[in-house]
């Protein structure tokens, strides 16, 4: 038996323990479920599924470990029951919802209870999905369900809240129109059948939703008519997530949720198929919004729910998609044609289904569409001659197993949202293990959807900025959207060139993936080395109280902490270079940034089998160096991390790849000028405040004179002036974390000279003089972003900051966006910058200019002093626990946990206690501290200022105003922020 054959045993041996184990907790499920939900045996939650009298379909979860409790409703009806008369009517029902109730009648009065109680709530409307969430504190859960439930019982439909939300809803429409995703989405429908719900316009704006428009009638009884024809209970399903036990909140389920009424709805019934008769295949091309190049494949397939065992489009998208050696994507990027790769199920109906290839080009590669399109059916064809193979379902099915067996808790938010959905797609006893498992494998089923992969059935979109407008004839334009777009038929010379690919059988370029290497075969939590020092839970243990320091030498710092508490056999391995080269200029700034890119670039098709077999790594650049993360089953860490140290202190680099990805990195820096407004505003924020911190155009000039030599050159001088620090946490032991840090010692450390990188520098703002910044937003909307500077660091100065976050978010939000309808966005939260705490409110809006908007902040906040002034000591204590509680949560799992330790090194809190010590200082505070605090900081003399106003196309002019008379009088206008930055005094260094 050679060695890989002793290895496949070995894994086997354990693998079948692991299904033993299985088995047996599925035999042990409690009897009180009307139906058995099958469970991984890491799961400690108890589950119970069962039907009101009205049809609705629950799910109940008890985690006594819990300390947020979660519910989400979901309905079976999105965008695809809107009137085409009407298109967006169940989105805009989704605002509606939140507006206010017969039993509670306020307008956010259920947002406002949610954040009271350290909760959040929001909703989505999909195709065929409206799914409506929350969490909070779970001592508030019995009434939280309470408030919920009556949005799908009595929802109030106010008549002037109709007419608030509906400019939220077109403003939502504003932020999504400048989106590429949403453009080729929208553009894409243009050639579907329009016959088919999918076609349409789903967002709304004023146009498709007022009661203006023509043909639409009253816009509040067709809501209301709306929600009484699908807002059925017979169409909903709920999970509900507490500490409670079962019997508990099954009870609340039905004290509430039984009087939603049944009117025996069905669901919208689709009769058109989602392309006409001979439609297909079509081409359409459109220009983008940010300098990219697309090219999207989308192949309608048949409906995919009665085959989730068998999963017949993830087995074919996965080897599409693959990455790794011999891949289409490599093949792809060896021509210097593609950049990325991307395979899926798009849509999933019960009706129909479809299958996405969206490839990244380069500049020549969308020169080479067709040949590539070429080498996708190439793919397809070896797929179907060569890629059907039990073995390779085999391998894709034991990954999920495993996945499953050692699955981590979500966030319970996050989790009942996702079950909500899934609980319309699956038997109630699969609701758990379906959408993940494979357990059925057929050759057949498989070469049925491979077959419907033909140049016949596709429909292709082209994003390209340098696509022609040809003649005017040629070009159409999305409703809405506003895009200009060309359709084009495939030519028949073209489809026989594709047709002959697909049959190729000389495929020798491209191959069908090898065993991965990477499946986990050591699944054991590692063996306790000290039992006095240690915290018990379910499954394991952890070292007692906080990681210790187990190397501490010149340049080289490591942290461990062996942590087994969540039962899983994963790991996190931190480390970080930090180099006093790596961002002193922008010229530096953007050489490391080529560094990490070109790493990861070389990386790619050895780290994808990693990642399939759940063993990730990031690589980011930041203000110091470079940081590599390395997450998931410890089994083969060390060969993964000992590749990327290998591959980052390599200083040679390919030419051609080189010259790629320089382009993409000077393409990211000219697409900064296209981002959304609220998030060019916190750049220029960032810009102005941190030092160093390059703006994109910095950077970009910088970058244009960076040869290869240059970065070559630039790699040994980075390491040359370094120091690392790292953390090992999860399931390792100390002398496993030792053999981890083997490599940046022989490796990343060779021939340094242990250099101090200190931390970036922050302004300090001066007290009562407010700084202007204008900037322009080359975008449809206007953005200001008003933000307060603390004082000093520390914990007690954040505890402040985030109280009045916990205070004023639901105010603001009210005020700004329902009553004055000034945009979607409307923001405040506290707003740190290396540990120097801040408070931040931000809008964006595509209806009201920048000063104006700045106005209505400070009118807002001229009323927060009456907020606070009226607030009862009850109503101050419940923001006080709130906010503490959100700051003491449990973390969820490893990797939650493994980043609040990382970020606490980098902050040098090596006491491992932030959250203890931010709780302490909450708890600290009185309601006379806070009112004292927001009069001097925020209204009175200690106030410290900046405000960034950005003026969208639609307000480049202000009628009636100028500038000087736009905002206060005093403001002080940053013209140029490096030189703001070199004039200003800073904060202390963190040390």
Known sequence: MTKGSQMLLRSRLVFSALISLFILSILALPARCDTAIVTSPHDTRQYAAFELPNRLKALVISDPETDKAAAALDVFVGFNGDPKERPGLAHFLEHMLFLGTEKYPEPDAFGAFIAKHAGTQNAYTGFAHTNYFFDVDDAHLREALDRFGQFFIAPLFAEKYVTRELSAVDAEFHTKKENDAWRVMETVKQVMNPGHPLSRFSIGNLATLSDENAGGGAIREQLIAFFQRYYSANLMTLVVLGRDPIPTLTQWVREVFSAIPDSRATPPRITEPLFMENALPTRVTLKPIREQRQLKLLFPVPALRAHYRTKPLLYIAHLLGHEGKGSLLSLLKERGWAEAINAGGAHDHPDSATLDITITLTRKGAQEVDTIIALVFQTIGLIKTQGVREWLFDELARLADIDFLFQEKWQPIDYVTYLADVLHKYPVSEVLRGPVTLTRYDETLIQRYLSALTPENVSIALLDPQAADGESDTWATVPQFEIPY?????????????????????????????????????????????????????????????????????????????????????????????????????????????????????????????????????????????????????????????????????????????????????????????????????????????????????????????????????????????????????????????????????????????????????????????????????QHDSVAVLYFQGQHRGFPELARMELLEQILKTPFFHQLRTDRKLGYLAHASEYSLIRVPGLLFLVQSPNTPPATLADHMEEFLANGTRILANMSQAEFARHQSALITRTLTREENLETRSDRYWTEIDHEITTFDSREQKADAIRAITLSDIGHFYETRLQGKDRRSLIILGAGNHHKTEPGKTPDTDTDTNAIRIQDPAEFKREQAVFPALE
């Open 486 to 778: 060309k359709r084009t038929r495939i030519e028949p010379e073209l489809r026989k060139a594709w047709q002959k690919a697909l049959i190729a059988t000389d495929a020798t370029s491209i191959a069908i993936p090898t065993p991965n290497p990477f499946i986990p075969e050591d699944l054991a939590l590692k063996s306790v080395p000290n039992p006095r020092r240690i915290v018990g839970g379910h499954f394991g243990y952890r070292a007692k109280h906080k990681p210790a320091r187990i190397v501490h030498w010149p340049g080289l710092t490591v942290w461990f902490q062996q942590d087994t508490t969540y039962g899983v056999p994963r790991a996190d391995f931190h480390f970080s270079v930090r180099s006093k080269v790596a961002n002193d200029t922008p010229t530096h700034s953007v050489m490391t940034a080529l560094l990490v890119a070109l790493a990861e670039d070389r990386l790619t098709e050895f780290s994808y089998p990693a990642s399939l077999a759940g063993l990730d790594y990031e690589l980011y650049p930041h203000i110091r160096g470079l940081s590599v993360r390395i997450s998931g089953y410890h089994d083969k860490q060390e060969r993964l991390l000992t590749r990327i140290v290998n591959t980052l202190r390599r200083s040679t680099f390919n030419a051609e790849r080189f010259r790629i990805i320089k382009e993409r990195l000077a393409r990211r820096l000219r697409n900064a000028s296209k981002e959304a407004p609220y998030r060019q505003a916190l750049r220029e924020l960032r810009t102005i405040l941190q030092q160093p911190h390059w703006s994109p155009s910095a950077r970009l000039e910088a970058l244009k004179t960076v040869t290869l030599s240059d970065l070559q050159a630039f790699v040994p001088e980075f390491f040359r002036h370094a120091s690392l620090v790292a953390l090992s946490h999860g399931n390792l032991r100390q002398e496993d974390a030792r053999e981890m840090i083997a490599p940046l010692q022989t490796r990343l450390l060779q021939d340094t000279l242990p250099t101090k990188t200190p931390h970036g520098k922050i302004t300090r703002l001066t007290e009562n003089i407010p700084y202007r910044r204008e900037i322009a937003v080359h």
